[in-house]
């Protein structure tokens, strides 16, 4: 089956640091993947998507870059802000002919300090 | 402003007493999805519906029903809650252009069965 494993939080940074959330996955097929954000009280918006291997896939600063040798993709910013604090999930989705069901990670909670 | 709403946003409710919870798109979308979030699981997919008339089963079904009668509803119906079915609900939809769209989330169902 498919699943996706993500690293535990919550990842506590201050201001300006480097951020890594760690992403691996295993899939039966060939799966697009996607960085999902949950802002306190709000649902999820898509962050960044990688459809094929070696695509990077960036947004609002946030990267991540299929990597198919190691099953991962991981996220990254170069320098967070407090208002980058939030719940971050990985998700992977195989094609299908219908169901287009996201297989999410557990999420990861970053928290920012100023 | 395209959006995907739902109905209520906090429910706190008692073992067997029937429910609804609605869900709402403005952007005409065919596909809809129902997901629960539980700590530690991530977002895992009730039942889905690729257009009026159509649904499915997910992941996780047991306990609930659907129904599409117009395309941009899609409640979500617990005839029988139980305590197990305490958790955060998400309604999603996309269009169905390519399979690799974007899914919209709704803010959210947080429900409490006592």
């Known amino acids: 089956g498919n699943s996706v494993t993500q690293m535990e939080g919550p990842v506590t940074l201050s201001e300006e640091a480097f951020l890594t959330i760690n992403c691996t996955y295993t899939?039966?097929?060939?799966?697009?993947l996607f960085w999902y954000v949950q802002y306190p009280g709000e649902g999820l918006q898509l962050l960044l998507k990688?459809?094929?291997?070696?695509d990077k896939g960036s947004n609002k600063g946030f990267e991540a870059t299929y990597r198919k040798e190691t099953t991962s993709f991981h996220l990254e910013k170069g320098s967070v802000q407090v208002s980058d604090s939030a719940v971050y999930f990985c998700?992977?989705?195989?094609?299908?002919?219908?169901?287009?069901?996201?297989?999410f990670g557990s999420g990861t909670r970053l928290q920012v300090q100023p | 402003e395209a959006q995907v709403t739902q109905n209520p946003r906090y429910l706190i409710t008692v073992t067997g007493k029937k429910l609804t919870v609605t869900c709402s798109q403005n952007?005409?979308?065919?596909?809809m999805s129902w997901y629960r979030q539980d700590p530690g699981l991530g977002l895992r997919q009730i039942y889905y519906?690729?257009?009026?008339?159509?649904?499915d089963k997910g992941d996780v079904p047991e306990g609930y029903k659907v129904s599409r009668k117009e395309k941009r509803n899609f409640p979500l119906i617990l005839e029988s809650p139980s305590p197990n079915q305490t958790s955060l609900y998400f309604c999603?939809?996309?269009?169905?252009?390519?399979?690799?769209?974007?899914?919209?989330f709704g803010p959210g169902t947080r429900l409490t069965v006592l």
């Open positions: 998700a992977l989705r195989v094609k299908d002919t219908g169901r287009r069901a996201l297989t």
């Open positions: 990688a459809t094929k291997a070696d």
């Open positions: 952007m005409n979308h065919e596909y």
């Open positions: 519906s690729m257009n009026v008339e159509v649904t």
């Open positions: 999603a939809s996309q269009g169905a252009r390519s399979s690799y769209n974007e899914q919209f």
């Open positions: 899939a039966t097929g060939y799966p697009s």
